[in-house]
Every structure is written in structure tokens, then in C-alpha cells.
């Protein structure tokens, strides 16, 4: 399979633990796209990294919030003690960063804050 | 800064009927790309079909067609000959630096 994988798919943690997602991106894209999503919502935008550049970063992403990619391979986010609207989707993507630009999606990481 | 308006938050057609989802957009950029995302209930992200600005034929993907009207700044996608598969969360997404999305509308078909 040569599609973007993300792991965990679901993940239950109490308020104010820490949790790691983990993004493989396709192997020859060299852009990769973190993005959060809630209900009922389209896909926001987070962060992206060309290589293992990290080249910018939405202002929703507070300081508990931190990604890397150290290889330019795969990339993980790590939220520091999680709030309850930490709850959501958290999407991947990836791209070659060629016209036209398209993006393919992981299936995502279901964050649930209790 | 880029915008992408998805009015529509929920539509249904009977299959085998046409729909047109609407989006307009926001955008300083000249030149920029505009898309079509599918996501079925729980499952991933899919691209539909593209649309790059400076082409001014409207793109085609098999049932799927969009309406480009750059200086309106709307991006319609139609469906014909809706299908239960086309079940979905269709979102309109617009690129010019990095790729803004729009709300989403969703789709329903009537057997």
C-alpha cells in the first residue's frame, strides 16, 4: 500500500495527558500537511513540512501542540496535556509540492479528550 | 487572505438525478488551483476533480463536471446520474499558497 497511513486511527486519552500521532506519508512526496477536523467541519489547516522543514504554522496551533518530521520521511504531532477541545479528527496529507498540487489524504487519528 | 464559501450544508437528490453543489472563493492570487474533495462517512479524503485558474475550460471527471466562473469566483461542482456511492461530505477547497477548505456540504441520496 502506497497511500498516506496514519496510526493510531482512534485514540481515548483522560484531560491533561499527552498524545503522539504518526504520519507516513507517500514516499516520494516531499510536503506533508497536518490538519485538525471536528464535526461537521471541513479540514483546518495546522502546519506543513517540506522535508524536514517545518515551513508554517497556524495560529491554531497553541504551544501545547508541537510536529516534526527529523528524516523528512514520516512525521508525528504531539499534543501536551490535551483538553477536552483537543477532541477531533487530526488528518494528514501529503504532496509532491508539483502543480497541481493535489493532496492525498490519510484516514486520520480520532482524538477523544475525557 | 483565502476564503472558501460552501452555502449549501446539506443537499439531497434522487439518485440517478443531477446536483450542483455551490462554492465561491476568495483568493489575491492570479494563479491558483481549485478542488473538489469527497469524504464518505468515516472514511478518507478523496479527491474529485481540479481546476487550475488560468485553464478556462471547466474540468471533467467522468459523472463529475465543475462550472468555473473566475470572475465570479464560484467553483460549482455538478454530479449527474447520482449514485448511493456518491453519499458524501463534499468539500470545496482553494489553493494558492497552501489549501483553505470550505465547510463542507452534505450529500444525500434518495433511492
Known amino acids: 500500500d502506497t497511500g498516506v497511513s496514519q496510526d493510531p486511527r482512534h485514540k481515548i486519552t483522560k484531560r491533561g495527558q499527552n498524545v503522539t500521532f504518526r504520519c507516513d506519508p507517500i514516499s516520494e512526496h516531499n510536503r506533508l500537511y497536518w490538519y485538525r477536523q471536528t464535526l461537521g467541519q471541513g479540514p483546518e489547516f495546522l502546519t506543513y513540512f517540506q522535508n524536514e522543514a517545518q515551513l508554517e504554522k497556524s495560529r491554531l496551533l497553541s504551544d501545547r501542540f508541537s510536529a516534526e518530521r527529523p528524516k523528512g520521511s514520516f512525521s508525528t504531532l504531539e499534543i501536551q496535556r490535551t483538553e477536552q477541545g483537543d477532541s477531533a479528527m487530526y488528518l494528514c496529507?501529503?504532496?509532491?509540492?508539483?502543480?497541481?498540487?493535489?493532496?492525498?489524504f490519510g484516514p486520520g487519528t480520532r482524538l477523544t479528550v475525557t | 487572505a483565502q476564503t472558501v464559501t460552501q452555502s449549501q450544508p446539506e443537499m439531497s437528490v434522487q439518485e440517478a438525478e443531477t446536483v450542483t453543489l455551490s462554492c465561491t472563493y476568495d483568493?489575491?492570487?492570479?494563479?491558483?488551483?481549485l478542488f473538489w474533495y469527497k469524504q464518505p462517512p468515516s472514511r478518507q479524503m478523496i479527491l474529485v476533480i481540479r481546476q487550475e485558474a488560468y485553464k478556462q475550460q471547466n474540468a471533467t471527471e467522468n459523472r463529475f463536471s465543475v462550472n468555473f466562473q473566475k470572475a465570479a469566483k464560484s467553483f460549482s461542482l455538478k454530479i449527474s446520474d447520482s449514485q448511493l456511492g456518491d453519499a458524501a461530505m463534499y468539500f470545496c477547497a482553494s489553493r494558492d499558497d497552501k489549501i483553505i477548505f470550505g465547510k463542507g456540504t452534505r450529500l444525500h441520496i434518495l433511492p
Open positions: 483568493t489575491s492570487e492570479s494563479d491558483y488551483y
Open positions: 496529507a501529503s504532496s509532491s509540492g508539483l502543480p497541481p498540487y493535489e493532496q492525498y
